[in-house]
């Protein structure tokens, strides 16, 4: 492609550099393989499987999701084929393409953390971990671990002990201060922090009076959550100094470029993946444009670049 | 292989009040796809309404496909608006179809209501292969036949109505018990059954028809649905014989076997 010269997108998250700034997010893009007849995974700069344990989690009962359109609420309960299965059959088949193969780790206590890290270290190729402490739908660990900052802050020292890989955190937006959550990342290691995991939801059937969820509550995704995802990412970037990862109802052009203009390094597009999986080259091809259209050579160039000494924009929002 | 793909409308039109029928011009799906199989159908563009909207494919005829819905809330009723000549995104064909590679003399295709649709499929392929079956469907009324008066295949079925005039009253089950009843354990353990409707119709089979005793017996079910692809895990029902108690109907079904199902407690 001839403007590749003068368009470039990548990005840096420390160590871990993409060819752009889209991360398709954990549990929206399997274990990195089932889209692949119809989508490119190349398209991405890198993508995050779903969450993986020690052990083979059964997930929730049914039903585990409902539509609040345009919006979703799920409780799927983390369901995944554990990291005996995962190393075996899946992770040769993702490692070594353009798109960075990131896997998402979710236990119960510290320890299964240091366990499946210790064990996905001897599969070649990974390029990093997305330690998940920030899920709504489980009952032990998920959220708790990033609820409390000292306990965040352990457990990804405790990791980064077994591993020398690039690391981030995947934090919720359900606690008081997210910026506490990332400044213990931060000291315990991480390299990125990535947000905002899925706001606490819930949808009830009036007729019935009953909940949609089996669990009653779920995580809260889609377009709807953009705005609380750019305040949170906004804050943090105001609060550490590690490259953020912007995650929360994208799903255009438009919203890359607003999310690395609050702060973030990179993206990931999750919930819209499901309506249009193949968006991610789509979205290359749009920001290709605005930069050509905008004379930017550079789109890590927008990290941060919000201007907020003029006040707020005036006139008509376009 | 999967496609997502730009299919043109050919034609849409409404069979009952509310429910409706479209054929789609998908050549890429129409060549993949089986009995039993579903459409992801991206209703809008745009994200709202979010979701894609799964629906079983109908018929396939050449390089055009049926989707038959009935309208029950916003994305359903976002597709009645949808004109000839339009496009739609299709990501399909997804899940596992029926099985039909067992040499059997009898064929019993059983429908509840809008449960009728893969059966439709499935019937006019076995009747393509020169195969006898024999299609049932158990609805409340006339107006819940998923099919338009003028449609041939309508003389074809053995249809029961709870409510209406000119069909046999009662329940679906019912002749279809006869049938099996008339048969002796090689005839049963000479007979496939396929089946697709609401959990009251899952429930009834299971428990009346000697199910353990045919030679085959499949139930195609639905669930909410995010991905379509077995990515999300979302559309989880509860049936034995997979890894964990549950299995996803996008990827491990539509179709599983009817003995395996454990259907939700209807209260």
Same mark, same amino acid.
């Not at chain 1, 779920?218 to 105001?238: D, I, T």
């Not at chain 1, 444009?289 to 376009?318: H, I, W, Y």
């Not at chain 2, 179809?97 to 064929?107: G, W």
């Given at each position: 492609?001839?403007?590749?010269?003068?368009?470039?997108?990548?990005?840096?998250?420390?160590?871990?550099?993409?060819?752009?700034?889209?991360?398709?997010?954990?549990?929206?893009?399997?274990?990195?393989?089932?889209?692949?007849?119809?989508?490119?995974?190349?398209?991405?700069?890198?993508?995050? &499987?779903?969450?993986?344990?020690? #052990?083979?989690?059964?997930?929730? =009962?049914?039903?585990?999701? $409902?539509?609040?359109?345009?919006?979703?609420?799920?409780?799927?309960?983390?369901?995944?084929?554990?990291? !005996?299965?995962?190393?075996?059959?899946?992770?040769?088949?993702?490692?070594? /393409?353009?798109?960075?193969?990131?896997?998402?780790?979710?236990?119960?206590?510290?320890?299964?953390?240091?366990?499946?890290?210790?064990?996905?270290?001897?599969?070649?190729?990974?390029?990093?971990? #997305?330690?998940?402490?920030?899920?709504?739908?489980?009952?032990?660990?998920?959220?708790?671990?990033?609820?409390?900052?000292?306990? &965040?802050?352990?457990?990804? /020292?405790?990791?980064?002990?077994?591993?020398?890989?690039?690391?981030?955190?995947?934090?919720?937006?359900?606690?008081?201060?997210?910026?506490?959550?990332?400044?213990?990342?931060?000291? /315990?290691?991480?390299?990125?922090?990535?947000?905002?995991? $899925?706001?606490?939801?819930?949808?009830?059937?009036?007729?019935?009076?009953?909940?949609?969820?089996?669990?009653?509550?779920?995580?809260?995704?889609?377009?709807?959550?953009?705005?609380?995802?750019?305040?949170?990412?906004?804050?943090?970037?105001?609060?550490?100094?590690?490259?953020?990862?912007?995650?929360? /109802?994208?799903?255009?052009?438009?919203?890359?470029?607003?999310?690395?203009?609050?702060?973030?390094?990179?993206?990931?597009?999750?919930?819209?993946?499901?309506?249009?999986?193949?968006?991610?080259?789509?979205?290359?091809?749009?920001?290709?444009?605005?930069?050509?259209? #905008?004379?930017?050579?550079?789109?890590? #160039?927008?990290? %941060?670049?919000?201007? $907020?000494?003029?006040?707020?924009?005036?006139?008509?929002?376009? | 292989?999967?496609?997502?793909?730009?299919?043109?409308?050919?034609?849409?039109?409404?069979?009952?009040?509310?429910?409706?029928?479209?054929?789609?011009?998908?050549?890429?799906?129409?060549?993949?796809?089986?009995?039993?199989?579903?459409?992801?159908?991206?209703?809008?563009?745009?994200? =709202?309404?979010?979701?894609?909207?799964?629906?079983?494919?109908?018929?396939?005829?050449?390089? !055009?496909?049926?989707?038959?819905?009935?309208?029950?809330?916003?994305? $359903?009723?976002?597709?009645?608006?949808?004109?000839?000549?339009?496009?739609?995104?299709?990501?399909?064909?997804?899940?596992?179809?029926?099985?039909?590679?067992?040499?059997?003399?009898?064929?019993?295709?059983?429908?509840?209501?809008?449960?009728?649709?893969?059966?439709?499929?499935?019937?006019?392929?076995?009747?393509?292969?020169?195969? =006898?079956?024999?299609?049932?469907?158990?609805?409340?009324?006339?107006? =819940?036949?998923?099919?338009?008066?003028?449609?041939?295949?309508?003389?074809?079925?053995?249809?029961?109505?709870?409510?209406?005039?000119?069909?046999?009253?009662?329940?679906?089950?019912?002749?279809?018990?006869?049938?099996?009843?008339?048969?002796?354990?090689?005839?049963?353990?000479?007979?496939?059954?396929?089946?697709?409707?609401?959990?009251?119709?899952?429930?009834?089979?299971?428990?009346?028809?000697?199910?353990?005793?045919?030679?085959?017996?499949?139930?195609?079910?639905?669930?909410?649905?995010?991905? %379509?692809? %077995?990515?999300?895990?979302?559309?989880?029902?509860?049936?034995?014989?997979?890894? &964990?108690?549950?299995?996803?109907?996008?990827?491990?079904?539509?179709?599983?076997?009817?003995?395996?199902?454990?259907?939700?407690?209807?209260?």
């Amino acid at each position: 492609m001839a403007s590749s010269h003068t368009q470039d997108l990548g990005v840096s998250l420390g160590t871990l550099k993409l060819h752009n700034p889209l991360i398709a997010a954990s549990g929206c893009y399997g274990y990195g393989v089932e889209y692949s007849d119809v989508a490119d995974r190349n398209d991405l700069g890198g993508f995050i &499987t779903k969450s993986i344990s020690l #052990e083979p989690w059964k997930g929730n =009962d049914p039903p585990r999701l $409902t539509e609040v359109s345009p919006g979703l609420l799920n409780s799927i309960g983390l369901a995944n084929m554990g990291v !005996q299965r995962f190393s075996d059959e899946i992770a040769p088949q993702i490692v070594g /393409g353009k798109a960075k193969a990131i896997v998402s780790v979710a236990c119960k206590v510290m320890e299964e953390y240091e366990e499946v890290v210790a064990r996905l270290e001897d599969v070649e190729g990974l390029d990093g971990y #997305e330690l998940n402490i920030s899920c709504p739908n489980v009952k032990e660990g998920g959220m708790a671990f990033c609820l409390n900052p000292s306990l &965040t802050e352990e457990l990804v /020292g405790r990791v980064r002990k077994r591993s020398s890989r690039w690391i981030t955190t995947k934090l919720t937006p359900n606690m008081t201060s997210i910026s506490e959550g990332a400044k213990a990342s931060a000291a /315990g290691g991480a390299d990125a922090v990535s947000l905002i995991n $899925t706001l606490v939801g819930m949808a009830v059937d009036w007729k019935s009076r009953r909940p949609k969820l089996s669990t009653i509550t779920g995580g809260y995704s889609g377009p709807p959550v953009k705005p609380v995802a750019l305040a949170k990412v906004w804050e943090v970037w105001n609060a550490v100094d590690i490259p953020i990862i912007g995650i929360g /109802g994208i799903s255009n052009w438009k919203d890359v470029v607003e999310f690395m203009i609050v702060g973030a390094s990179a993206v990931q597009i999750g919930t819209a993946l499901y309506a249009d999986p193949d968006l991610p080259g789509k979205i290359v091809s749009d920001l290709e444009d605005f930069m050509r259209s #905008e004379g930017m050579n550079l789109l890590s #160039e927008l990290t %941060g670049s919000l201007n $907020t000494d003029g006040g707020a924009m005036v006139g008509v929002p376009k | 292989m999967k496609f997502l793909e730009d299919a043109v409308v050919h034609s849409k039109r409404e069979l009952r009040p509310g429910i409706w029928s479209m054929w789609l011009i998908s050549p890429d799906i129409c060549r993949e796809a089986q009995p039993g199989q579903f459409i992801h159908v991206k209703v809008a563009d745009g994200l =709202d309404p979010l979701l894609r909207r799964p629906l079983s494919i109908s018929r396939v005829h050449g390089d !055009q496909l049926e989707l038959v819905w009935r309208v029950v809330g916003q994305g $359903t009723h976002r597709m009645t608006q949808v004109s000839a000549g339009e496009t739609m995104n299709l990501l399909g064909p997804l899940g596992k179809p029926f099985t039909r590679d067992v040499e059997v003399s009898n064929r019993l295709l059983v429908g509840g209501g809008l449960g009728l649709p893969p059966l439709v499929y499935l019937y006019e392929w076995f009747r393509g292969q020169g195969l =006898d079956a024999t299609l049932f469907l158990g609805v409340a009324g006339r107006d =819940d036949i998923p099919l338009a008066d003028d449609d041939p295949l309508l003389k074809d079925i053995v249809i029961t109505a709870e409510n209406s005039e000119g069909f046999r009253k009662g329940l679906v089950t019912e002749p279809v018990l006869e049938m099996l009843n008339e048969m002796d354990d090689d005839g049963l353990s000479d007979t496939m059954l396929y089946s697709c409707g609401p959990w009251g119709l899952v429930n009834a089979l299971q428990r009346v028809i000697p199910h353990d005793r045919l030679k085959l017996a499949q139930v195609s079910l639905e669930q909410q649905m995010a991905c %379509g692809i %077995g990515v999300c895990q979302g559309c989880a029902v509860k049936v034995d014989g997979g890894e &964990t108690p549950y299995q996803l109907v996008c990827h491990d079904g539509p179709v599983f076997p009817l003995a395996d199902v454990h259907p939700p407690e209807l209260r």
